[in-house]
């Protein structure tokens, strides 16, 4: 079936720090690709997203690419700050497959001054 | 605008109770889904509801069962209630019929459920 595996976390960074959270899919069809964001005592909120190889999503300052050669989407910020805190979760979805959105497990970030 | 909004936010049971969980969308959003979020295994699909039907349903025992009322809010029941059910349960609601498959959903805060 299909599924998506974060890297493990916690991750504690440095403000300004640059920031590459890992994500990889496994999918039957030809998925699109999502990262949410949870800031604390919030809900998940769409970041950014990409639905064809090659695509770029950015938001935020943060990018990723959808790498269909190594299903790959992993997301990426050059500076991260303080308020980028927050619980990260990647997530695909294929066409067709009665609308479902299949989560990773998430990472939680923190940013300290 | 009012955001997707759940109750209760915390909720304690015992084994073999029953618990409701209910979900309000944002006005004019007619699908709502629910997730469920246990420590460790991220966010696990339960339920899709659209117009009323039940569109899609996860992995998930009989007796998760919900429903959508005709002002497009909806209510999740877990009957049987087990030790593992412990999870924070979240509703998100979207505008567009199918609107998983853009990515388009918007999150409430969920709802804690503790089962001792």
């Known amino acids: 079936g299909d599924s998506v595996t974060q890297m493990e976390g916690p991750v504690t960074l440095s403000e300004e720090a640059f920031l590459t959270i890992n994500c990889t899919y496994t999918?039957?069809?030809?998925?699109?690709l999502f990262w949410y964001v949870q800031y604390p005592g919030e809900g998940l909120q769409l970041l950014l997203k990409?639905?064809?190889?090659?695509d770029k999503g950015s938001n935020k300052g943060f990018e990723a690419t959808y790498r269909k050669e190594t299903t790959s989407f992993h997301l990426e910020k050059g500076s991260v700050q303080v308020s980028d805190s927050a619980v990260y979760f990647c997530?695909?979805?294929?066409?067709?497959?009665?609308?479902?959105?299949?989560f990773g497990k998430g990472i939680t970030l923190s940013v300290r001054p | 605008e009012a955001g997707v909004t759940q109750s209760p936010t915390h909720l304690i049971k015992t084994r073999g109770q029953q618990a409701t969980l209910r979900c309000s969308p944002i006005?004019?959003?007619?699908?709502v889904y629910w997730y469920q979020q246990a420590l460790g295994l991220g966010l696990q699909f339960l339920l899709w509801?659209?117009?009323?039907?039940?569109?899609n349903r996860g992995n998930f025992p009989p007796r998760f069962s919900g429903r959508q009322f005709p002002n497009y809010s909806s209510e999740l029941n877990v009957n049987a209630l087990e030790l593992e059910d412990s999870a924070l349960y979240l509703c998100?609601?979207?505008?567009?019929?199918?609107?998983?498959?853009?990515?388009?959903?918007?999150f409430g805060e969920g709802s804690r459920l503790t089962v001792l």
């Open positions: 998100a609601s979207s505008l567009v019929y199918g609107s998983a498959n853009t990515g388009e959903l918007f």
């Open positions: 999918a039957t069809g030809y998925p699109s």
């Open positions: 990409a639905t064809k190889a090659d």
């Open positions: 997530a695909l979805s294929v066409p067709g497959a009665n609308s479902k959105l299949t």
């Open positions: 006005s004019g959003h007619t699908s």
């Open positions: 509801y659209d117009e009323g039907e039940e569109r």
